[in-house]
DNA sequence: ACCTATCCTTGGATCGATTCAAGAATTTGC
DNA sequence: GCAAATTCTTGAATCGATCCAAGGATAGGT
């Protein structure tokens, strides 16, 4: 009767020990109820037997709790360890989940199809959803599972989704009025994704349907204050990227091919913002001395990089950790809180140059 | 009957829509041999009443397979975003997660009733283990569950354990030679942890009894290496660190605080080279020029330290991609992979410099 | 009409454990 | 020595689904 794998059970060990499962159960999950010397016979069965204790499997059915939280996104799974912004989330996250001895799981899809799949199937007590470009769709399964959940970013326009998030419009502004406030009057932005997988040059319009809020608030913020300045903002070209190096130095090459050569990027991201350093010291143009850059999120890499990055600084820490006590709490107000941002001024950004 | 929550069931809408619950069941899983007129009612009727699909923790007693494999390490969960090694590691499983459909479960615990009680009860179909730090009970408890396994490192002794690690004498003997034939003959050392928690200067003698055979093995490589230049290595400073900028620092201080400073120093980490350069900018002493830095992994953040780090590279994609490749197929074989290393030589080592 | 083939639907068995009310065995009290 | 109290043990019920053999209904052929 032993197939490749032999299948041990708690009811074969029972029966082998000559108790029944009731008992057998027992011994492994209150064995101080259980008499000694029955105890020792049924754990010596149990391991003459090979039984590897009492199966998750079965434990989890009757017990409900997984003991563990979901954390999603649309991204592939090596997101969650490439991307610094991700990392430091997680970092957060993760620490909340030690504390309370909760496990993590990740879930992914490279495809939509398994996404939808990974995310009904997953086992997980309530997901955390990484809706960094927005996608609503992912918002939506997630939601379908009815169980505690929350959206980091307020990306939906659906008010009854819980999530946390920052104020897009407000810390993309300070960006811009920093900049603005240093003499800048020439500027560039590079985006974050407005459509599925698009990038290339796009006009403010096509910009503000993005289908990504997050998107469209930080432009908006981007544009409403360098307006507030005076400055043409029609003028101010924009390039969509998708958060990588390629499309952000395309973008660059892109903008600094025209005849008025901006003095002052605005970024969507601080990774954006790192690889546009990247790019302008292998064009030799100087940080800040030719060109000001600004990024968003605060990620750890901006402080060490060169020049050190100016940026407008999320709460990461903060929000991961309100992100858990969310789930694990669940006191059902599907809250949305919305997090303040602040403007960690370093050494990428400076003086607009005097004209040439 | 309604209690603070309604578990709706499968069965609970069957009835409600008058089929059997077999029926309901093909509606979600096999919805093309269910007529349309059932199946369409069937889904309405789910809708009505609120019911979130079929419940995974049902579905996954039956098939069996979580579909998931867990990540298992001693440290807490935010080791992996935290650890360049780990993330680098953790990186490259994903990826071949992603391709295969896999999730991920990280598990780990602070303290060690937690850790076992986490591992016994992962809902996983197979646990990569990180033991960098070679803890065999953290081993011995994820093999207890008898699921696909595999440890990262070739620590335990126990030659039946599936492991994949890299061959620890020959790489820190290649660091080793380097070093020497550069001209260096005052070394130092900065090892891993021997002990639980331990730190500070320890003798060559208290080493070998390390509880952590990589820490040993690359111990071992070093000296074995330095001896065959005729360098007498029990005059070697050793100094024990567990991996974090602090006790790396106190162990340069504690170093250069002697009559014979060492112009060459073997970190047995990139994390622990990297932190022992910062200490050495800060203490302008010039690297490579008054001291040479070998570091050991292979992480990026080397390739962009100041200067880069040389180092005996790890082939980590390659290892996590091994790691995964074993837990899905599983072929009983409990194979033990020793992979090579790779002396990668950058900017933080040079020739000795000429005795003052 | 009757028989057969096709297509759904049914209900029971199963996955692997936990829980609990009730019963058996042992000990204690008088 | 018998009833009561105590302590374990038992076996049935449950968790939430999937699978499968068997049966029912419908349609088509003659």
Redesign the pocket.
Known sequence: MDRSTR?V???DVAKAA??????A??V???PE???E??RERVKATAEAMGYA???P???L????KVNAIGVATNEPLSYFFDDPFARVMMASISQACDATGAGISLVSAANSEHLAWNIQSALVDGFIVFCIEGDSRLVELARERKLPFVALDLDSENQSVAAIGVDNIAGAGLAARHLAELGHRRFAVLTLPCAEDGHGPITQAQAETSLYAGTRDRLRGYLGELSRFGIEVSQVPIYETVNDEESVWAGLDHIFAGAEKPTAILAMSDKMALHALDWLRRHDIAVPGDVSVVGFDGVPEGATSKPPLTTVAQPIAEMGHRAVKAILENDGASSRQLMPVDLVVRASSGPCPVKS
């Open positions: 299948p059970r708690l009811a000559g108790v029944s499962h009731g008992t159960s027992n492994f999950s209150h109820i259980v008499r010397e029955v204790g009492p199966d499997k079965g434990r059915l009757r017990a409900g």
